[in-house]
């Protein structure tokens, strides 16, 4: 077995070997996944949502009984558990191969979840992760609890007046400076892996799909840049799903970036980097 994949943190169980796969379920919710038909060689009864991330959310049909008496994320009760299939990119996407060599990325994303969790990141709590053997490699996928009333920053952006998104603007630089203190490299930030939920005192959000990231005890400054370069890249090259304005992109930078800090020549790089990256 994979190191990685039995290195669990507390409160979640593993089954498995090498000929199936593995299947580790937070201790809590098991009974209620397995109720469901879920396991190592199963999604179990399930149907569809209208939520994407890296591919398409089902929903776990699950019972809705006493709630589970762990401690979950704000917003995740009642619980939905929502399962998200790995999807390839690229040409390996194209040509239909979604099968992955590496069995332990599900059980890295449950760790890092539990880790951000710990450091008072919102992230959605993950239930279960799973990896299940198919031939010569694993088919994998996780599941984690719906967060109620959120949606990404993307559809946020589009459902507010122009004040509310100005403070939706600063709401999402100030929670990526928080990633970036606490030293979270993001593989893949931009707007859809932004979860919001908006109030009346302000935005909560979230972060979502930890695949292949990492917690680093210091973020160095070129891969900061670089995630803010593919979070602007991401708006420019999307005006239909996030209109957002130059004026509002600065208000994001400056948030997004320590204070005191000389944002006026990280604005001039990032410009330059995001429209160069544009043009190829």
Same mark, same amino acid.
């Given at each position: 077995?994979? #190191?990685?994949?039995?290195?669990?943190?507390?409160?979640?169980?593993?089954?498995? /070997?090498?000929?199936?796969?593995?299947?580790?379920?937070?201790? /809590?919710?098991?009974?209620?996944?397995?109720? +469901?038909?879920?396991?190592?060689?199963?999604?179990?009864?399930? $149907?569809? =949502?209208?939520?994407?991330?890296?591919?398409?959310?089902?929903?776990?049909? &699950?019972?809705?009984?006493? #709630?589970?008496?762990?401690?979950?994320? @704000?917003?995740?009760?009642?619980?939905?558990?929502? *399962?998200?299939?790995?999807?390839?990119?690229?040409? @390996?996407?194209?040509?239909?191969?979604?099968?992955?060599? /590496?069995?332990?990325?599900?059980? !890295?994303?449950?760790?890092?979840? #539990?880790?951000?969790?710990? %450091?008072? &990141?919102?992230?959605?709590?993950?239930? +279960?992760?799973?990896?299940?053997?198919?031939?010569?490699?694993? !088919?994998?996928?996780?599941? =984690?609890?719906?967060?109620?009333?959120?949606?990404?920053?993307?559809?946020?952006?589009? =459902?507010? /007046?122009?004040?509310?998104?100005?403070?939706?603007? $600063?709401?999402?630089?100030?929670?990526?400076?928080?990633?970036? #203190?606490?030293? %979270?490299?993001?593989?893949?930030?931009?707007?859809?892996?932004?979860?919001?939920?908006?109030?009346?005192?302000?935005?909560?959000?979230? &972060?979502?799909? *930890?695949?292949?990231?990492?917690?680093?005890?210091?973020?160095?400054?070129?891969?900061?840049?670089?995630?803010?370069?593919?979070?602007?890249?991401?708006?420019?090259?999307?005006?239909?799903?996030?209109? &957002?304005?130059?004026?509002?992109? *600065?208000?994001?930078?400056? +948030?997004?970036?320590?204070?005191?800090?000389?944002?006026?020549? =990280?604005?001039?790089? *990032?410009?330059?980097?995001?429209?160069?990256?544009?043009?190829?």
């Amino acid at each position: 077995m994979s #190191e990685r994949v039995g290195e669990l943190p507390s409160g979640y169980e593993l089954e498995g /070997d090498p000929t199936r796969g593995w299947c580790a379920v937070r201790t /809590d919710v098991a009974e209620r996944l397995r109720g +469901a038909g879920f396991g190592l060689g199963s999604d179990g009864r399930v $149907r569809d =949502t209208d939520l994407s991330g890296r591919g398409q959310l089902v929903e776990l049909e &699950i019972d809705q009984l006493a #709630e589970p008496e762990a401690a979950l994320g @704000a917003g995740e009760l009642p619980l939905v558990p929502l *399962l998200r299939r790995h999807r390839r990119g690229g040409l @390996a996407a194209r040509l239909g191969l979604d099968r992955f060599k /590496d069995p332990a990325r599900p059980f !890295d994303e449950l760790r890092l979840s #539990e880790r951000l969790r710990a %450091l008072g &990141i919102a992230t959605p709590t993950v239930l +279960a992760a799973r990896a299940t053997r198919r031939g010569h490699g694993f !088919d994998l996928a996780l599941v =984690t609890a719906r967060v109620h009333g959120a949606v990404d920053l993307a559809e946020a952006w589009n =459902t507010v /007046d122009d004040a509310a998104r100005h403070g939706l603007t $600063r709401a999402a630089g100030h929670f990526v400076r928080t990633l970036f #203190e606490v030293g %979270l490299d993001h593989r893949d930030l931009h707007p859809k892996n932004l979860l919001v939920k908006t109030r009346d005192a302000g935005a909560q959000l979230w &972060i979502v799909d *930890l695949d292949r990231c990492a917690l680093r005890p210091h973020l160095p400054e070129p891969r900061r840049q670089a995630a803010l370069a593919r979070f602007l890249r991401w708006c420019l090259r999307r005006p239909a799903a996030m209109p &957002i304005t130059r004026t509002d992109r *600065l208000r994001f930078l400056v +948030a997004a970036r320590p204070a005191g800090d000389d944002w006026r020549s =990280t604005w001039r790089a *990032l410009d330059r980097a995001t429209r160069r990256r544009m043009l190829l």
